[in-house]
């Protein structure tokens, strides 16, 4: 079964503070993508990544950065965290090729409250 | 303006009632249609996918695109309290991510 999985659920953090935000999947999806999701807005693209080393800025990219050192693991980081910056998290994998839908297969989330 | 608008809600119906959710968009790059369903403290899931203009259905639920008015709806037949989640739609350029509506929250009475 398709996996993708956040390390954490819920995290609360003070401003100023370094957060790491970590995904794995399963499946050998090349491209792996961070959206953020607020009320009333959706979700918006943060970072994407094509392949190992690979990103490229996504709609909001200000205050994040992201790491893609091994194909299955993607992470986004907050250099120093902001109260602006508290929102679900998701994280999101799907094949090069689109595979046969272009579905983009989602993690649970992780909802970030920065102090 | 946005590029995907789509009404927040929360959208109430009685269990049975017919469900129609919208999107419009502005892009005329989008050629993949998706929605999306997704429940309190989950990831979004994809529901329906279609890529032409017209009719896609599966069991209870109809996927429609009219990408000459640029609009996309979802309706949901005999609508049941396990319906109750937000509904995402979704567009994609083919050549990028996917572009997401504000989703609309959808909660079905028993």
């Known amino acids: 079964d398709v996996k993708v999985t956040q390390s954490s659920r819920y995290l609360v953090k003070r401003t100023g503070e370094k957060v790491f935000l970590e995904c794995v999947q399963d499946?050998?999806?090349?491209?792996m993508f961070w959206y953020r999701q607020d009320p009333g807005l959706g979700l918006r693209l943060i970072y994407f990544?094509?392949?190992?080393?690979?990103?490229e800025k996504g709609d909001i990219p200000e205050g994040y950065s992201v790491s893609r050192e091994k194909k299955e693991r993607f992470s986004l980081i907050l250099e120093s965290a902001s109260t602006n910056q508290t929102s679900m998290y998701l994280c999101a994998s799907r094949p090069l090729n689109r595979g046969n839908t272009g579905e983009l297969f989602f993690g649970e989330g992780s909802r970030l409250t920065v102090l | 303006q946005k590029e995907v608008e789509q009404d927040p809600g929360p959208l109430s119906v009685p269990e049975g009632a017919i469900v129609s959710l919208n999107c419009t968009y502005s892009?005329?790059?989008?050629?993949?249609f998706m929605w999306y369903r997704q429940y309190s403290r989950k990831g979004p899931e994809l529901l329906m996918y279609?890529?032409?203009?017209g009719n896609k259905e599966d069991g209870r639920f109809t996927a429609q695109v009219d990408k000459s008015s640029k609009y996309i709806s979802l309706f949901i037949r005999d609508s049941q309290p396990s319906d109750s989640a937000t509904y995402l739609c979704a567009l994609d350029t083919g050549r990028r991510a996917l572009t997401f509506g504000s989703g609309t929250r959808l909660q079905v009475q028993p």
């Open positions: 990544s094509y392949d190992v080393k690979m990103k």
């Open positions: 279609t890529y032409s203009s």
């Open positions: 499946m050998d999806h090349e491209n």
């Open positions: 892009n005329s790059a989008f050629q993949y």
